[in-house]
């Protein structure tokens, strides 16, 4: 290889590291906006009702698992349940 060919693909590598700091934050504008169109942020009463859910699971497991070792133990974790 010559050297001004060498010289050339450093010479563009350079201009497009120069041109992707310059830009940057058009970049990261247009990523979002894309994101966004594709997969839409949650609701908040999206998100209350994912964690509700959530809770609920984890309250269920815990009582299902220790059902006959620690039934007082499950009679307050289902009262919780109740209360949420």
């Known amino acids: 290889m010559s050297t001004i060919f060498v010289?050339?693909?450093v010479a563009?590598?350079?201009l497009l590291a120069i041109l992707a700091v310059i830009f940057k934050p058009l970049l990261k504008g247009t990523y979002r906006a894309?994101?966004?169109?594709?997969k839409p942020n949650l609701s908040k009463e999206q998100r209350l009702a994912r964690a509700h859910y959530r809770n609920a699971m984890i309250?269920?497991?815990m009582?299902?698992?220790s059902d006959a070792l620690q039934p007082n133990l499950v009679a307050e974790?289902?009262?919780f349940s109740c209360r949420s």
Request: net charge positive; hydrophobic share 60%; glycine share 0%.
């Open 63 to 65: 009582t299902s698992s």
């Open 77 to 79: 974790l289902r009262a």
């Open 7 to 9: 010289l050339k693909i």
């Open 12 to 14: 563009i590598i350079a």
């Open 34 to 38: 894309l994101k966004m169109a594709v």
């Open 59 to 61: 309250f269920h497991s």
